[in-house]
C-alpha cells in the first residue's frame, strides 16, 4: 500500500503520517508538500530516513509534477492536506486560497483519474456549514447540514467538496470527505489560537482575544483526527462525507484563561483586540455518522489533551521559536501591530 499524502509538513498532515507509519508499519507513506511558510521540514525530521518514508518538495497545482509523481510511486490512495489553511490570512489573500485549496484539489484529483486510485480523500473542515448561533446549544453541524460560508478559507474548501463530489458522480472516481472541527496538539502552527496564546503567554506576550472572546470552538486532539481519517480509508464509503468532532465546544475567552492557569500566568496579559470580519459565531459536529457506521469514538479528554499539548510547547521551544523569529514577525505586526 503507497499513499500520498500531501501537506504533510503542516500540522495535522505530520501527525498523520506519524500515526500511519507506526500503525501500519507495512505501508510506504510519500509525503509531497510545497513547504509554504506553514510547511517546516524540521517536523519530519525523526521519520526523513524511515525506508518506507519519502519527501518530496512539490506545489499540488504543478501538474507536470503531480503526474510525474504518480507515475512514479503509483498510489494506492491520496490523502490531501496540503492547504492554505488560516482563515485571518484569507481575509488578508484570497487569492491563494482559491489557487491551492481548489484548483490544487483539482489537479491531484486528475491525477488519480489518469493513473487510477483505490481512494482519494479530501480533508475538509466544519467551516463549510457556516456558523451556529450561540443561543441554540441545541444545533449541530450534520452531513445534511446546507454548506453556507463565511469567509474566503471556507468557501475555498467548500469549493473543493462540491469538486471532489462531482469527480464521485462525473468519473466514478472513489472518493471520500471528511469535516473535522478545530484540532489541537503538537506542530500546530502558531498562528492559530491554541498554539499563538501558549507561546505569547511564555513570552509574557499581550493575549490578544477577538472581539468579547465567546465565540465558540468544537475541539478536537489532533490523533483522534489522525484515527477518523485511518478508519475512512479502511472501512469508510465511496461517495461519502463523515463529519469528526468530540462534542467538546469551548468558548475562545475560556480556552486563553485556562492556558494562562496552567501556565502560571496572569489573565492580565489578555487584550481584547478588533474583532476578525465576518467572525463565526459557534461550530459543533454531531459525529453521529462516523460512530455508528465506522465506530469512531475520540478517545482524548481535552483536559488531558490541552495539558499534553502545553507540555509539548514547553519540550520543543525550538521548534516554534525558530517560526516565530522569522517572517512570523512581520505577519504578527501586520495582523496584531495596530489591531
Ligand atoms: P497547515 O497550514 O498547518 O499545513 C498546511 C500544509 O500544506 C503545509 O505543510 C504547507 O506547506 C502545505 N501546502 C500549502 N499549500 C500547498 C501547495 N500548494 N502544495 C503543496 N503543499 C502545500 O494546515 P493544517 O492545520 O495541518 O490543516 C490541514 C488540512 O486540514 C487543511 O486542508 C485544512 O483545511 C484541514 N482542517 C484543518 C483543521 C484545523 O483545525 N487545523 C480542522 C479541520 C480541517
Ligand atoms: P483559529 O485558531 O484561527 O481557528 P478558526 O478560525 O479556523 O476556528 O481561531 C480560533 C478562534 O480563536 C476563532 O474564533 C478566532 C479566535 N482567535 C482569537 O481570538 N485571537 C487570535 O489571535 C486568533 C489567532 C484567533
Redesign the pocket.
Known sequence: MTIIV??G?????SNFIFYMLKKHPEYRIVC?????Y??NLSTLKSVMKSPNFRFVK????DREGVYKLFEEEKPDMVVN??????VDRSIENPSVFLE?NIL?TGVLMDGCRKYGIKRYHQ???DEVYGDLPLDRPDLFFTEETPLHTSSPYSSS?AGADLLVLSYFRTYSLPVTISR????YGPYH?PE?LIPLMIANCLNDKPLPVYGEGKNVRDWLYVEDHCKAIDLILSKGKVGEVYNVGGHNEKRNIDIVKLICKELGKSEDLITFVTDRKGHDMRYAIDPAKIHNELGWLPETKFDDGIKKTIEWYLENRDWWEEIISGEYQNYYEKMYGNR
Open positions: 500531501t501537506g509538513a503542516g500540522f495535522i498532515g509531497l508538500d510545497k513547504l509554504t506553514a510547511g512539490l506545489d499540488i497545482c492536506f496540503a492547504a492554505e489553511s488560516h491551492t490544487g480533508v475538509s473542515t474548501k473535522c472541527s478545530n484540532n502552527f492559530k
